[in-house]
């Protein structure tokens, strides 16, 4: 983990997070900001053992939070993912794969959180299976990416790459003291890591982004680490 000079929004997240989709707005406010970078750490959520295929228990368990989510921050949540996806029980929830795509568009031109709000987008609006390979490969396209070159990087960047973004990944969630995804943490020039309460600003993105421009006009910010229950645990998203 490497500290930065400039002040920097790290963003803990996970593909399959409900709870990140919401707060895909919040992330493009901060994006707009000048003078702050926005860093994206993918955390491996459903990986491993925490693989999940589709059922009619787990659709009948997130479709009540998934609304919840929608009128909260107005984010969509297509027919094509209730009705599609979340009855595709041959479906794997796997967060490795989508995770190595937002590795390879960040290697290729910059554009990893650009990928990881398409493929929740996919996801959760239209219901595309998103650890399919192909799918992200016809995801990389939308982008505009080079299809050659973003399969070498995918392929590069699989397995064991992926698996140390996310170890380190989880090193940043712990040190911002999250307890899950999305965590927001600002750092300072220096190596000051500060975190920050999202459920506030959810749907709300205007506000949020002055509260940022608030935070950046501080010598040195002090926002005190707020437990949100909108949030996906570090391991399943429990919401």
Known sequence: M???????LHYVFDPLCGWCYAAAPLVDAARDL?????????????????????????RDYVMPHDRRIAALTGQ??????FDGLLRDTDAVMDSAPPTTAVLAA?????RGLDMAHRVQRAHYAQGRRIADV?????????LGLDATAFAD???RLAGAPTQAHIADSRQWLAR??????????????GGALVPLDIGPWLGRPAPWRAHL????????????????AMACGPDACDI
Do not use: C, K
Not at 176 to 189: D, I, K, V
């Open 153 to 155: 990087a995918y392929e």
């Open 176 to 189: 911002a003291g999250g307890q899950g995804f999305p965590t927001f943490a600002l750092q300072r020039e």
């Open 34 to 58: 000048p003078g702050l970078r926005v860093q994206f750490h993918g955390g491996g959520m459903m990986t491993g053992a925490n693989r999940r295929a589709i059922t009619p228990q787990w």
């Open 76 to 81: 969509p949540f297509g027919d094509a993912y």
């Open 2 to 8: 490497s500290i930065s000079s400039i002040p920097t």
């Open 134 to 142: 192909a799918v992200l490969q016809s995801l990389a396209a939308d």
């Open 213 to 228: 421009q608030g935070l950046l006009a501080q010598a040195q910010p002090t926002v005190a680490a707020a437990t949100s």
């Open 106 to 110: 960040e290697a290729l031109a910059g």
